[in-house]
């Protein structure tokens, strides 16, 4: 997988704003530094999905197609993100 286009990562900018706004969260961040961030983050996880996809147990690794895995790691994310305080 390649790194996301750039109105991919303009949409998250944009959603993860309109959460912060819809729940009045005050935010001191510049648009081009959450930019930055959101590019980081998904260079990030192009440059580790190697990592990602050998932390995968076998015979699950090779079943497991790599949308299905990363199904499987967005609900991890989202369930730990539930949980936080």
Avoid: C, G, H
Wanted: overall charge positive.
């Amino acid at each position: 997988m390649a790194v996301l286009s750039d109105p991919d990562r303009l949409s998250i900018l944009k959603r993860f704003a309109e959460q912060l706004s819809a729940l009045r969260v005050v935010f001191n961040l510049s648009k081009p530094d959450l930019q930055a961030a959101v590019n980081a983050i998904d260079a990030w996880a192009d440059s580790n999905q190697a990592a990602f996809n050998t932390a995968i147990p076998l015979p699950a690794r090779t079943a497991l197609t790599t949308k299905q895995k990363l199904q499987i790691l967005y609900y991890v994310l989202s369930r730990r993100y539930e949980v936080e305080p």
